[in-house]
Each structure stands twice: as C-alpha cells, then as structure tokens.
C-alpha cells in the first residue's frame, strides 16, 4: 500500500480521538508523541509527560488504566484528572491519555496541598474492572472535585467502546501502526516544519515582561536554520506564579502555532524542533511543592504572549501588540460544596493589518460554559449583564481588543476571590498606539459603599444585595490613530 496513503490514515485515524474528552493524546511508550489535542496551554506539553511517567512506573496490560492529576507528575490543574491506558501493545506499545476537567477551584495558597486534592498515578483499573475501594477514597476526600466517581464510572465505559472500534479498523490494516508508517509520518511534519521556518527571517530577540507580582519572565529567543531557541535564563524565581518545565514547553509551542497563524499536527516531528531552557527552581520551571493553580491559567498565558512578542520583534511583519492574556478570574464561594467560578475574557492584541478581536479566550479552545440560566440555578447569584467593555482596547490606527464586564448580584453571603494580572501595568501598544486598559473590579455593598480592588488578587466577605462588577484587560493598539 502506498506509503503517503498510510499515512493519511493514520492522520485521520489518530483525529477519531479527539473527539473525546477536554484534551489527549496519543504516546509511545518511547515518549513519542502521535498527536494530541489540548484545550490549554499546558495541555500541550503535560499530555506525553503524563504518559512517560505512568509507563515508567506502571507496565500496562491490555483493560489496565491509571489516573492522576498532580503537576509534578505531568498533570496540569488539580481539577483535571488524567486517565492513561494501552490502545495497543503491538508492534509498537502505545498508550491513549484522555484528560476530563471538573469546575476548578480559584487558589491563593501557598503550597500545592492546599489547592485540592492532589492525585499522584494511581491504577484505578485492572482488565476493565474499577478499584471501587480506590475509587470511594478518593471521592471521599473533602477536596475532592464534585461528581468525580460518576464521572469516572461513565467515562471509562465509553474510552474502553472506542478502543475497541479503533482495533478493529486496525486489524484490517495491521501495518498502519508499524514503526516505519510512524517514522514516515513524523517525517511529513517535520518537513512541513522546516518548509514553514525557512520563510522567517534569523535574527535574535530578547524581552522581558514585568508582572503584577513582581516577578519576571525574561526571554531570549532566537531563530536559525530550522530551529527556534528559547531562552528564559534570568526568570524569577517562584513565588505566586508557577509552571512545571513541561508546561513552559506547551505554552511556547502554543505560541509559535499562533504566530505562525498555523494550525499545525501537534506530535515530537514539530517539537524537536523548538529547544526551551528553563532554569531550574524559576517560575518556569518549578519544584514541589510550590503551588501551580495561578501558574497553569495566568501563568500559561503569560508566557505565551513573552513569546509572541519575541518572536514579534525578530519577525517584524508579523508583528502583534500585546493582548490582555490572562483573563480575570472570579470565585464566589457560598458554601464548601457551592463555589461558582468564572474566568472574564480579556482583548486580543491588535496586527500591522487587523484590530484586535473583543472578549476572547485568546489561549483556551473549545471552551464550552453552562448557559447564564443553569449557573443562576445552581448558585444564588444573578447575572445582571454581560457586556463588551467599550473603549477598553488601545487606540490606533488599528485598536486593540475591548475585554468583557460582567455584573453579578449575590443572593447569599459568599466569600469573595479573585486574581488579575496586567492591573499595574497595561498590554503595550506598538506603532504609536495606545496601550489597552488594565482589568477592573468594583464592589458595590448594599448599604451603599462602592469598594474599587486595587490588588491583583485577594479575597473579600460579601453578603445577599451586594453586586460585583468585573470587567477584563483590552489589547493594545497598533500605529497611529
């Protein structure tokens, strides 16, 4: 059979799963990495990571699975759970990560404990049968996410029905998993790659973005002849903000499938392409037990845009003005078991040719939120209004972004947490235009006093009347108004 048709297959059969869950993918036992679908930034370099650490430590037979969801571990929030099985153990071993993520809880603690229920791989599954003892103490746990043992029960069914539809397409065609069809179609990617590098420009960048926190991430980037180095030596170290080393890798390669504007198959023929120094103990590359919650959303997103204003600076004509990245992010808590959390989408930053697009999660796919009547059904809350934020995206010849206000009215007493970046200093413009407006949040009490949040994040005791407007971050402009 031809070789180039092989490989068409196996593209469109390594798609058939991701149309499952919140993100996957599909690794080696090798650690190489098929193809993946990720909904976050840390998505993309957490899914193999997840995979290399289970087969390391686990030898998987055929019906087995292992779940987890710690960062250090490979996993991405704590409110994410991983699950890794075999989808084939011959010729070649590979195994199917599927990541299910439950309504996360908004953290200012200061160790990674603290954040939630912290699950290192643990095999839950044995020849298709659940560990029920191991599945009660987990879902036992105080901190444990909500409908976690339902969801499981009704998750691992459906994996099981679709490897089961897979092998049998396969047995049809025993060669399309075959080491030499995976080779050759690694090597299409990486072509692909190369042919898209060589129409940038060599040159060097280095960039520094200055957070809220006082921290810093340093980059010093650089693109040569079919290599992009990125350098964050001289990053802070971690205090609020803080990444696994493989999650700083997904957030780069996410940012360089955005400023190529290209959406490329995610697999190890892109990645070997893209070198990341990241020093240890730096925000960007953390150790146990510092806290990852604000690193794996705000974080991610930071990064990100570092990125992108490297690569900006080394490529010229690509040039993008910085978005309001990272979004704010709300938590209204009214009881342990009852705590709403939202994230407000900010603006995106504007090009050389286009304004910035209004109230967009800019590094988040796929990301589907339950209607403004389900929330007001399952919290004591309303929704007031959910607005475009006029006038918040920076002017010029093209403006930035307007981020989003959105206004809740409390109809109980709730424990108020928030966290904001971009609040002390505003996403820049480029070209002479103006920067975008930073996020804001006001408190108005029932008994009249108008309360404005100056501080990046923090919590506040709010009681039934009291109403919270929270508005997001506009990206900056681009040239002269």
């Given at each position: ?368 939120q339950p209607s403004i009547e389900e929330i007001e059904r399952r919290y004591p809350l309303i929704i007031k209004q959910t607005s475009v934020r006029q006038g918040s995206g920076g002017k010029g010849q093209h403006r930035g972004g307007h981020g989003m206000t959105k206004e809740f009215e409390m109809l109980g007493n709730s424990i108020f947490h928030w ?63």
């Amino acid at each position: 059979m031809n070789r180039a048709y092989q490989a068409n297959q196996l593209h469109r059969w390594l798609n058939e799963f991701h149309n499952f869950g919140d993100a996957g993918g599909l690794v080696t036992l090798d650690g190489e990495i098929l193809s993946l679908r990720y909904e976050t930034l840390a998505d993309i370099g957490t899914l193999s990571a997840t995979a290399t650490t289970v087969a390391k430590y686990f030898p998987l037979k055929d019906g087995d699975a292992v779940i987890l969801n710690d960062p250090y571990s490979g996993g991405s929030l704590l409110s994410t759970i991983s699950i890794v099985t075999p989808l084939i153990l011959e010729p070649t071993p590979i195994f199917w990560v599927v990541r299910t993520g439950f309504k996360p809880r908004l953290s200012l603690a200061e160790k990674l404990d603290e954040e939630g229920l912290r699950i290192p791989p643990t095999p839950l599954v044995q020849g298709r049968t659940i560990n029920s003892a191991i599945l009660s103490a987990i879902s036992g746990h105080p901190l444990c996410p909500v409908g976690f043992e339902t969801r499981l029960q009704q998750t691992l069914p459906l994996m099981w029905a679709r490897i089961d539809n897979i092998r049998a397409l396969i047995s049809k065609n025993k060669d399309i998993f075959s080491k030499a069809n995976l080779k050759f179609y690694q090597k299409l990617t990486n072509d692909w790659l190369v042919a898209t590098l060589q129409d940038l420009p060599h040159g060097d960048a280095k960039v520094e973005l200055p957070l809220d926190t006082g921290e810093v991430i340093r980059l010093h980037a650089e693109i040569m002849e079919g290599q992009i180095n990125l350098d964050f030596s001289g990053t802070s170290a971690s205090k609020r903000v803080c990444l696994t080393e493989v999650a700083t890798f997904g957030c780069c390669i996410g940012a360089l499938s955005a400023f190529l504007q290209k959406d490329f198959p995610m697999n190890s023929g892109i990645f070997s392409y893209v070198n990341v120094v990241t020093p240890l103990g730096s925000m960007l590359n953390s150790k146990y037990p510092s806290p990852t919650f604000k690193g794996m959303t705000e974080g991610a997103s930071l990064v990100a845009s570092t990125v992108l204003m490297a690569l900006s600076e080394i490529v010229p004509s690509k040039r993008i003005s910085m978005s309001a990245s990272s979004p704010a992010m709300i938590s209204f808590e009214f009881a342990p078991e009852s705590i709403f959390f939202d994230s407000i989408h900010g603006g995106s930053g504007a090009s050389l040719s286009s304004d910035g697009t209004d109230a967009i999660h800019y590094w988040v796919r796929n990301r589907l939120q339950p209607s403004i009547e389900e929330i007001e059904r399952r919290y004591p809350l309303i929704i007031k209004q959910t607005s475009v934020r006029q006038g918040s995206g920076g002017k010029g010849q093209h403006r930035g972004g307007h981020g989003m206000t959105k206004e809740f009215e409390m109809l109980g007493n709730s424990i108020f947490h928030w966290t904001m970046e971009h609040k002390k200093s505003n996403p820049q413009g480029q070209k002479g235009a103006q920067q975008g407006h930073g996020p804001s949040i006001v408190v108005h009490k029932k008994d009249g006093e108008e309360i404005e949040i100056n501080d990046s994040q923090g919590k506040l005791h709010l009681t039934t009347g009291d109403r919270v407007f929270v508005s997001s971050g506009g990206g900056g402009g681009s040239g002269k108004a």
